[in-house]
T-cell receptor, first 111, second 113 residues
């Protein structure tokens, strides 16, 4: 979606390093979702953020929604090969459950 | 795992032929979605449904139609397939409750030759 821009589009990091993926919107978000997709498979839900300033963590993955609710960041600490895949942010702009997604970030973890 | 099934999982078809993809759910969720995934474009919304016989267009709806005659099934039809519709198609479902996620099917790989 043009309404959601992810950066970077591709990321290669060495195992054990930290990394951050950003998702920026031109409009206020009602809800921001992070999903992970392993190559050739379906999407796995990671977490959902709603409130400005909200931060959630799952294992070594932390996501935050900024105060203005127009940008979210996903941070992975001490990356592992299992973190490799495509990360997608999705959003509901209108509160009507019309879910749109960014173009994705392809993450590669080198041993 | 959420009960969502896409069929077929793989299909090869010729240009100009009609194609229907099916999404079936057993969760009784209100919302159902069809997306296509192409390299560099992430997931793009084709159509979505907010109830039986209630549908709306997404960002890439041209060349696609949908139908939802019952809660559990959401059909995506390509009236006359073109090579540009070669893609991986994903169905998703959501109950629409605040703070709950959408669940995705495993995808259908469609090749139009």
């Amino acid at each position: 979606s043009q309404e959601l821009e992810q950066s970077p589009q591709s990321l290669i990091v060495q195992e054990g390093k930290n990394l951050t993926i950003n998702c920026t919107s031109s409009k206020t978000l009602y809800g921001l979702y992070w999903y992970k997709q392993k190559y050739g498979e379906g999407l796995i839900f990671l977490m959902m953020l709603q409130k400005g300033g909200e931060e959630k963590s799952h294992e070594k993955i932390t996501a935050k929604l900024d105060e203005k609710k127009q940008q979210s960041s996903l941070h992975i600490t001490a990356s592992q090969p299992s973190h490799a895949g495509i990360y997608l942010c999705g959003a509901d702009f209108q509160g009507a459950q019309k879910l749109v997604f960014g173009q994705g970030t392809r993450l590669t973890i080198n041993p | 795992d959420a009960g969502i099934t896409q069929s077929p999982r793989h299909k090869v078809t010729e240009t100009g032929t009609p194609v229907t993809l099916r999404c079936h759910q057993t969760e009784n969720h209100r919302y159902m979605y069809w997306y296509r995934q192409d390299p560099g474009h992430g997931l793009r919304l084709i159509h979505y449904s907010y109830g039986v016989k209630d549908t709306d267009k997404g960002e890439v709806s041209d060349g696609y139609s949908v139908s939802r005659s019952k809660t559990e099934d959401f059909l995506l039809t390509l009236e006359s397939a073109t090579s540009s519709q070669t893609s991986v198609y994903f169905c998703a479902i959501s109950d629409g409750t605040v703070s709950t996620e959408a669940f995705f099917g495993q995808g259908t790989r469609l090749t139009v030759v």
